[in-house]
DNA sequence: CTGGGCAATTGGTGCTACCTTTCCGTGGAT
DNA sequence: ATCCACGGAAAGGTAGCACCAATTGCCCAG
């Protein structure tokens, strides 16, 4: 579940999401020196304000903060590029298709993984769940129920990941969703989920359900390298 | 290479090294409630600086910040595990072990499929430092020169990950190091490499200087798990 | 005794004013 | 041309204020 806003309340908020926005899009290249006088003037807000959105982009590793000299803008191998606010800002902006290909690749290297521990590790509930999951997705891809097909996917991806008890792997859940959300806006999803990929859900829900590890694992890596080809064009 | 706070100067530095070390560690746990007074009265500090650290552990998702209750510190899962820093205290706590783990589970992830994409797109500069780094690891390894020996190491996988091309995959190269180091430190190292580890390391570098991807990832994966069955034990 | 509403308390949010510290530029002296 | 000293710009840090929201608990009605 990605969850914009839930806080809402907070002024040093939409100063970040600006910042973080157009620095992530380029529009504030590296080397590029910013003020806190001159944030406060654009956003109409105080110096504690300009000074917290600062220290947290700083964190971020996006900009870094010299006395005298202003709040320079840092080079993109300094970021934080797991961040999820970074993730999502990239994911928003022009960089959008480059985020995605990078993401890609980082899921065909995790998943698989995730899905051989999830057979080892997942609770009885989730393997069911699993194996539901996947022939509801069976269901809503032929009847070209796309949006809701997605979110069952996220659902999905997301469970395996959980179970596989690796904490980092089920931190990328978040992540994952938002990709597969910005992929079906982006258009990059065909109309029709191919009988392929539905056979592999299948497939990787089985192995799940049955704990058979090195099975699940190569049915999660065919499912993504055909994601993989499928958007390429894009 | 790990450059911890090379910034060096920033009072709130220390407050935020401590609070997060603290709750990285468990000492604070999830659900404890923290005030900005408590903070300011703490480490003697203002108010401004409280906030800031408070913003940044905030921004980390170890801590909640809301009216009138307080700065609540959050369950695990909620953690941005990515984050480099928070890595780091997970490392310096007594998670290590556990980190450790759910770490190289992550290199056995990306780092074959980031060889695998080095062989693809290194530049021959890399290429060549790739070949002549395994071979004095294997220098090094015979000579049982331990500590020299991991420099190298740290040096030989972070350059695969940065050859990758894939910024991702390239912003775990600092992560891994600590790992590496951590790795030692905790002496899960044996005293010499074993030599299926230098013929392997071998064997990456050829692959990847011969642009044979699908070789360089095998192998790759090969000799990561050598390392988790090595430091499974501890 | 229970429940609902109202008021007091608590603690973060945001603002302003002011001082300190660090260096970048600049300009003058050698 | 080189070096050094100095002024000023901008972040770093402190203090105290008004404000607001949420929680706590009290009080009174049913």
């Known amino acids: 579940m990605i969850e914009r806003r839930q806080t809402g309340t907070g002024l040093h908020d939409p100063v970040l999401e600006k910042l973080g926005m157009e620095i992530a899009a380029g529009e504030l290249p590296p080397g590029h020196v910013l003020t806190l006088d001159g944030i406060q003037e654009r956003f109409g807000v105080s110096r504690t304000v300009a000074r917290e959105a600062?220290?947290?982009?700083?964190?971020?590793?996006?900009?870094?903060?010299?006395?005298?000299?202003?709040?320079?803008?840092?080079?993109?191998?300094?970021?934080?590029?797991?961040?999820?606010?970074?993730?999502?800002?990239?994911?928003?902006?022009?960089?959008?298709?480059?985020?995605?290909?990078?993401?890609?690749?980082?899921?065909?290297?995790?998943?698989?993984?995730?899905?051989?521990?999830?057979?080892?590790?997942?609770?009885?509930?989730?393997?069911?769940?699993?194996?539901?999951l996947a022939a509801t997705l069976r269901r809503l891809g032929e009847a070209g129920e796309l949006t809701e097909f997605m979110e069952r996917d996220v659902e999905f991806h997301g469970l395996l990941l959980q179970a596989s008890g690796n904490e980092m792997f089920a931190a990328l859940a978040d992540v994952i969703a938002a990709v597969l959300r910005g992929r079906t806006q982006l258009g990059l999803m065909p109309h029709k989920p191919v009988p392929e990929a539905m056979d592999l859900h299948d497939a990787v829900a089985a192995a799940v359900a049955g704990g058979r590890s090195a099975e699940a694992e190569t049915a999660m890596r065919a499912l993504l390298v055909e994601v993989r080809t499928a958007m390429l064009p894009g």
Chains 1, 2 share one sequence.
């Open 54 to 132: 600062m220290r947290v982009l700083e964190s971020m590793g996006l900009v870094q903060s010299r006395r005298r000299v202003g709040i320079t803008v840092r080079p993109t191998a300094d970021w934080n590029v797991f961040d999820p606010k970074v993730i999502w800002w990239r994911l928003s902006g022009p960089a959008r298709g480059a985020q995605l290909r990078t993401l890609t690749e980082l899921r065909i290297a995790v998943e698989p993984l995730a899905a051989g521990a999830a057979a080892r590790a997942a609770t009885p509930a989730q393997r069911s769940r699993a194996v539901e």
